[in-house]
């Protein structure tokens, strides 16, 4: 048989999918892969059932369930004082990850420069460059990961079509303030650039700091499109629904891939959701119930030399093991999962030239019993 070309010939297996399945083989409890183990409300879940059982089960329309965008709509508008048309403006996707793709696949032509931030998720690079785009990566760094503005000017190009960004970021757990926003405001007027704002753990931010979604600038709004999640905010990764929200011309061209991608998402939990996200106290308790998790761990592993950097936001910590071993983050993290039964995610992974801060990123949305067993495996060093 003749070789098969591959588009993505340096890509292999996600490194969720890889850190997973070493923590089942090794029985090692698992912080890589990000996703809660907690219960999705029984609410939902009726809400979900009785929608299947009153026969909702046919083709949702292609942007999303009516219902689901008002809905979001007045969310946006209360949360983020921006007024959003639920007809041109939002998209109901597959999950965050079908969002940035379609986002992509619409916008993005061959040729075309996107900025990003390393360590950035993993998706980002490959749907630019399956869509003939180019990547051009900046680097961020512990212990901050802030942004250099002006390394951001010096990267723009007449070939720039869009930058992405991502608050609360994943993996490093940094947010963005005012200032960056309004910076990046003013970028994207002076140039003409896209932004693609990944915000999907935009319900939970801690230590009273305000998450700055681009919908609360103008000169931003007009120029973005912000990516969100249902399935951080309710414990439902496996549900995979997420949406868009941008100018109906942006709308336009995401829907054009979208259409093609998924065509659209399953209705009856767009509908349970349109009802669901109808109350508040579903959504705004999130950033305390995280903090609590977050602060937990961190007592937990009080006596250790793994040190931890500053989590502002998501459901991940970073440590540092720069006091505990010299070894590489990959090296690391498979030792750790073999030899001591847990299981994290190298944060060089996330960085295109594999810059290496000795650092591992640890998954806390779990319930406090695998907390603290976590804890006693990492206060051994
Ligand atoms: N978002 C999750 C994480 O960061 C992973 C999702 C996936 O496995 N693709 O861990």
Same mark, same amino acid.
């Given at each position: 048989m003749k070789e098969i070309h591959s588009r993505?010939? !340096? /890509?292999? %297996?996600s490194i969720f999918a890889v850190m997973s399945k070493m923590a089942q083989e090794q029985g090692a409890i698992n912080l890589s892969q990000g996703f809660p183990d907690f219960k999705v409300s029984e609410k939902l879940i009726e809400l979900v059932h009785q929608q299947m059982k009153d026969g909702h089960n046919q083709y949702a329309p292609m942007p999303g369930v009516p219902s689901l965008r008002q809905t979001i709509a007045s969310v946006i508008l209360q949360s983020y004082g921006h007024k959003v048309n639920p007809e041109t403006d939002i998209t109901i996707t597959a999950g965050g990850t079908e969002a940035i793709f379609a986002t992509i696949t619409g916008l993005v032509s061959p040729g075309d420069e996107v900025i990003l931030f390393d360590p950035s998720y993993d998706c980002y690079d490959p749907a630019i460059r399956l869509n003939g785009g180019i990547p051009v990566p900046i680097n961020i760094l512990p212990p !901050? =990961? %802030? /942004? !250099?503005w002006d390394q951001v000017k010096s990267k723009i190009t007449s070939r720039t079509r869009m930058i992405m960004i991502n608050t609360p970021q994943n993996p490093s757990g940094a947010v963005l303030k005012e200032e960056d926003l309004k910076t990046l405001e003013g970028i994207v007027n002076d140039h003409g650039i896209l932004v693609l704002s990944d915000e999907v753990y935009e319900r939970i931010i801690f230590d009273q700091l305000v998450h700055q979604s681009v919908m609360r600038f103008p000169g931003l709004a007009a120029n973005s499109i912000a990516v969100f999640s249902f399935g951080k905010t309710f414990h439902a990764t496996g549900w995979k629904v997420g949406y868009t929200v941008a100018s109906p011309a942006i709308t336009n061209e995401i829907r054009k891939a979208h259409q093609f991608i998924t065509f659209s998402v399953n209705t009856p939990i767009q509908l349970a959701l349109a009802e669901y996200m109808k109350e508040p106290a579903h959504y705004l308790e999130l950033s305390k119930f995280y903090q609590q998790k977050r602060d937990f761990f961190l007592d937990q592993i009080k006596g250790s030399s793994f040190e931890p950097m500053a989590c502002h936001g998501s459901y991940f910590q970073l440590l540092s093991y720069k006091g505990v071993s010299s070894k590489s983050e990959v090296e690391m993290a498979e030792w750790l999962t073999k030899e001591h039964k847990l299981a994290s995610i190298p +944060?060089? +992974? =996330?960085?295109k030239d594999k810059t290496d801060n000795q650092l591992l990123r640890f998954c806390f949305a779990k319930g406090e019993d695998t907390l603290a067993e976590a804890g006693k495996i990492l206060n051994r060093f």
């Open positions: 993505l010939p !340096d /890509i292999g %297996t !901050d =990961f %802030t /942004i !250099d +944060v060089s +992974v =996330f960085y």
